[in-house]
């Protein structure tokens, strides 16, 4: 009898190394399970809710890359949340203008907002500006055309990517249609939101925090005379607001295409709190019957480590552009209690819940209106950098991720016992990839793993230890965004490409089924040298964008070199075939066979073209080139609305909707 030296009841050692992992689902969910499978144990077993989802899976498997246009009555038209009750936008946005007018009513003099006008002239100096235009090259990818895009100005775009002109209306009339606009906003947008309206409004507000381009500039750090390096002052900040007009599509009732008409800038919130980090705006819309002076409630994390929110006034045609100095908000969060904890993200929960993420790994759950702090949870144990709540279906389903560690999905109703993560620690510094996706009930965010990808993945609210891949970008990617009434998405990457899928449709596919992405657009950017136009306006820089790209394979990231190494194989057995054919003795031929002999260096040039295609994923691109924010319209009537913001100062805002010609 052999006796083994190690004794029964010895514990082994926790490993030290974080790439090696100790805890794996094991839960009734299984990795190989498709389609009906997949269905049935993600969305039941009550058949009301399987139900749900196989309509949604039915209603848009025919768009594989953007939604239709089509209005809430038809078919396959844009449609509110089907997980909640029936009238729940209603009553949320009855009781936000209940808790707004209560709010302005009982709140203590020294909890009031307060804010100044500020003249226009002087109000242009304490917003980002750069130092000259921008030359654009834009239209079709074969005959583009150069246009100088002012600082704050707007150029109207049509269907094929060029300007819209006088021209164009003379041409087709009342048939010329506008796809959207492409603005300047004079600094880097780091983050973009859409005010909520629940009425049918003509125009819409899009919000915008940047920061000067000096922020990220090294060349422009001062050196001392000791040797230390120290950065210009950054603790002014603003947030600007951009109106776009609509009017109704006559091609689709009940939907809003851009207005024939420019952008303008509506104002900006000034303010000496530090630059403009994150910004979210309040996802439920007051009802504007009865609160018809404000846009919105909107809170913006500030790189001082607080969290502000602030009204955000209507403001009238007389005023335009109206800015305001900031100095005090509704209401300020931080943990001053605490030393070096600061707050570094940030999620609506509800009209009056705000959840924020610290640098110390704990999650907050605040009361805006009293201030309160109802909830403090140790989720993590490093540096929060994104967080997200499952609104509106799931309000108190927070998800946050760490700088170092595993994503963690907690119930901030029951926090100290209903929790779960995804098994795998992972390294994130990207913020702006995570976000809630209503209609699939689940998250979208960069795949969790211990080494660098580039794949979008789905992790479900009830299987949120298994994820599912999405979307593989190209390259290094930066932000995501998913609709409100649809479960399309739009990633950026940091080579200025943005692409868009149907999510729910890659969830669920079939065998042999074909799946599609499209590069919606590609953005690049050149600095150049001080320079004039031939209209002697100083020029900052050139910016080129390319669309029109054809749909391309979505395929699972996993499954690539195998298929290049099926290709590898195939070409063997061709070569083979060819060596056989010509009358020569079966069997391997040798090295010095002529031609044949030529076949190890044409596998080394196939395995060295793989690596350098996977390689070319990780490249440094200009700073300046790459998306930095991209947000989907969350109004019903404007759900096909996207804006895409570019390092650049360039924010494109489209209408992303596509016709449904079987109707």
């Known amino acids: 009898m052999i006796q083994s030296r190690k004794g029964f009841h010895d514990i082994p050692h926790y490993p030290l190394e974080t790439r090696i992992v100790t805890r794996v689902y094991a839960g009734p969910l299984r990795r190989y399970a498709r389609y009906s499978a997949l269905r049935d144990s993600m969305y039941g077993p009550e058949i009301p809710r399987i139900r749900v989802i196989w309509a949604l899976e039915t209603k848009w498997s025919a768009f594989p890359v953007l939604p239709p246009k089509a209005g809430a009555s038809e078919v396959r038209g844009i449609m509110p949340s ?27 003099d020294e909890e009031i907002q307060v804010s100044h006008s500020v003249a226009a002239h002087q109000g242009e100096g304490l917003v980002p500006s750069a130092n000259g235009d921008l030359v654009t090259l834009l239209g079709p990818w074969d005959r583009q055309q150069e246009f100088i895009l002012p600082q704050r100005g707007s150029l109207e775009i049509t269907e094929d990517g060029s300007p819209f002109t006088e021209k164009d209306i003379a041409m087709d009339g009342e048939g ?40 990220q500039d090294s060349s422009l750090i001062i050196e001392d005379i000791s040797g230390n390096q120290n950065a210009t002052s950054e603790t002014q900040g603003s947030v600007q607001f951009w109106e776009f007009t609509a009017e109704e599509d006559t091609n689709n009732e009940g939907m809003a295409t851009p207005a024939k008409q420019p952008s303008r800038l509506l104002g900006a919130k000034c303010f000496s709190w530090g630059r403009p980090k994150r910004m979210q705006f309040c996802p439920v819309p007051m009802d504007e019957s009865a609160s018809p002076s404000t846009n919105g409630i909107l809170a913006v994390l500030c790189s001082d480590g607080r969290v502000r929110v602030m009204d955000c006034k209507t403001v009238h045609d007389a005023q335009v552009p109206a800015y305001a100095c900031m100095e005090a ?15 570094t993200c940030l999620t609506w929960a509800n009209t009056n819940r705000l959840v924020l993420g610290h640098s110390d790994g704990s999650i907050t759950l605040w009361s805006v209106y009293p201030k309160t702090l109802l909830q403090r949870h140790g989720a993590h144990t490093t540096y929060v950098i994104d967080i997200c709540s499952a609104y509106p279906s799931n309000p108190y389903l927070v998800a946050s991720i760490p700088v170092g560690g595993c994503a963690t999905l907690t119930d901030m109703s029951q926090p100290s016992s209903e929790f779960t993560y995804f098994p795998v620690p992972a390294i994130s510094f990207q913020p702006n990839l995570l976000c809630w996706n209503e209609s699939m009930q689940g998250f979208m965010a960069l795949y969790p793993s211990s080494t660098p990808n580039t794949t979008i993945a789905f992790l479900h609210h009830r299987f949120f230890a298994q994820a599912r891949s999405i979307c593989t970008g190209p390259n290094t990617l930066t932000c995501v965004s998913v609709g409100t009434t649809h479960p399309f998405i739009l990633v950026g990457c940091a080579d200025g490409s943005v692409f868009a899928c149907n999510a729910l449709q890659k969830l669920f596919k079939q065998k042999g089924e074909p799946l599609r ?94 690596q350098e295609k996977l390689a070319s994923r990780v490249v440094i691109h200009e700073p300046l080139t790459r998306v930095t924010a991209v947000a989907w319209n969350p109004n019903t009537n404007f759900s096909c609305w996207a804006a895409c913001a570019m390092a650049s100062g360039i924010i494109k805002v489209m209408d992303l909707g596509v016709e449904d010609f079987r109707a």
């Open 517 to 610: 992405k499209l590069k919606v657009f590609e953005h690049e950017y050149r600095p150049i040298a001080a320079a004039q136009s031939s209209r002697g306006d100083v020029i900052r820089g050139a910016v080129r964008i390319l669309q029109g790209y054809l749909p391309e394979v979505n395929d699972d990231p996993r499954t690539e070199k195998r298929k290049e190494m099926d290709r590898k194989k195939r070409l063997e057995r061709e070569k083979k075939s060819k060596y056989t054919a010509s009358g020569k003795k079966k069997g391997r031929p040798k090295k010095n066979a002529g031609p044949e002999g030529e076949q190890p260096e044409e596998e080394h040039d196939l395995e060295g073209e793989l």
């Open 82 to 108: 089907p997980w909640v009750p029936r009238g729940f936008e209603k009553s949320q946005t009855l009781a936000a203008s209940k808790w707004y007018d209560g709010c302005h009513l009982r709140c203590p």
């Open 329 to 343: 908000p509704m209401v300020t969060f931080g943990q001053d209690s605490d030393y070096n904890v600061e707050v």
């Open 176 to 215: 010329a249609r506008s796809r959207g606009w492409m603005i300047d906003v004079g600094g880097i947008p780091l983050a973009v939101a859409w005010a909520p309206f629940f009425l049918r409004n003509n125009r819409q507000v899009l919000a915008v925090a940047t920061i000067p381009f000096s922020d």
